[in-house]
């Protein structure tokens, strides 16, 4: 069995969505765990509970990304509208 040019195309495109989300998703953690450090003057210790909430949010992440087109369509108009309020004042 031969792969041709588009099992590659893909196949690589799955894996750039993968690693593109898990990227994502570890840069907004190491911000959360950045901020609480900053506020805490480097002296943090992560208790139990901060490290569920980051991964709450974190897994909040992964719902939203498999969600239908219709639904991430409105998520987006939402994010505009937000966006293009807080912009324009």
Same mark, same amino acid.
């Given at each position: 069995m031969r792969c041709s040019a588009q099992d590659n195309i893909g196949w690589a495109n799955v894996t750039g !969505? *993968?690693?593109? *989300? @898990?990227? $994502?998703?570890?840069? @907004? &953690? !190491?911000? $959360?765990?950045? &901020? $609480? &450090? *900053?506020?805490?003057?480097? /002296? *943090? $210790?992560?208790? /139990?509970g901060a490290t569920f909430g980051i991964l709450a949010i974190v897994s909040s992440h992964g719902i939203v990304y498999s969600a239908a087109t219709q639904v991430l369509a409105r998520l987006n108009l939402f994010y505009v509208l937000i966006t293009g309020e807080f912009v324009t004042l």
């Open positions: !969505q *993968v690693t593109l *989300v @898990c990227g $994502i998703d570890f840069t @907004c &953690a !190491q911000m $959360i765990t950045t &901020a $609480i &450090a *900053v506020n805490s003057d480097g /002296a *943090v $210790i992560l208790s /139990a």
